[in-house]
Antibody
Framework: QVQLVQSGAEVKKPGSSVKVSCKAS????????VSWVRQAPGQGLKWMGG????????NYAQKFQGRVTVTTDESTSIAYMELSSLRSDDTAVYYC??????????WGQGTLVTVSS | QSALTQPASVSGSPGQSITISCTGT?????????VSWYQQHPGKAPKLMIY???KRPSGVSNRFSGSKSGNTASLTISGLQAEDESDYYC??????????FGGGTKLTVL
């Protein structure tokens, strides 16, 4: 059974960056790919970006283009999402999710990132 | 790129059927049969319920079904149960290697 375990909650200052990790156990990302999805308090899910192997490179939602970087380390089965120039409205729970058949079949537990001065 | 449009809320009584719509455009829902649906209970990670428009992952009840017509995808839950009360989100491939979610629908079982 695949499990995605994310790093712990973070508190960041406006203007700084955050890097969240997502470790896969019982499987890898190399054959599936991984995306990052965020959910602001009381709000819906928003796809931020991901790496899809058949496309070969990372792709990002226009809203986050230039601020987000998604990478994977296949040797350790860890995916990373780095978001820069943080603002208060970046406060959200960030999820990693594994791609499967054009959907997301396994999800991490979520990482709360709070941006506050 | 705007989120796919879902009703904010739907409700139904136990045993009834409900349908949640997900309206996009000819650039996303209308162009690809790649809509997935997720159930999310409060404080929990989303759970995949339907993929590729109408397919159920192993372990998901056959009370859940998906369909599409034009630019609108739909999730139907039949034989409503109290445990179905949750938030539901649709997600579609949107071209250029991007995906887009709907705004979410809160299902209340009366």
């Amino acid at each position: 059974q695949v499990q995605l375990v994310q790093s712990g909650a973070e508190v960041k200052k406006p203007g700084s960056s955050v890097k969240v990790s997502c470790k896969a156990s019982g499987g890898t990302f190399s054959n599936y790919g991984v995306s990052w999805v965020r959910q602001a308090p009381g709000q819906g899910l928003k796809w931020m970006g991901g790496i899809i192997p058949i496309f070969g490179t990372a792709n990002y939602a226009q809203k986050f283009q230039g601020r987000v970087t998604v990478t994977t380390d296949e040797s350790t089965s860890i995916a990373y999402m780095e978001l820069s120039s943080l603002r208060s409205d970046d406060t959200a729970v960030y999820y990693c999710a594994r791609h499967w058949r054009n959907s997301f079949d396994f999800w991490g537990q979520g990482t709360l990132v709070t941006v506050s001065s | 790129q705007s989120a796919l449009t879902q009703p904010a809320s739907v409700s139904g009584s136990p045993g009834q059927s409900i349908t949640i719509s997900c309206t996009g455009t000819s650039s996303d829902v209308g162009s690809y049969n790649l809509v997935s649906w997720y159930q999310q209970h409060p404080g929990k990670a989303p759970k995949l319920m339907i993929y590729e428009g109408s397919k159920r992952p192993s372990g998901v009840s056959n009370r859940f079904s998906g369909s599409k017509s034009g630019n609108t995808a739909s999730l139907t839950i039949s034989g409503l149960q109290a445990e179905d009360e949750s938030d539901y989100y649709c997600c579609s491939y949107a071209g250029s290697n991007t995906l887009i979610f709907g705004g979410g629908t809160k299902l209340t079982v009366l």
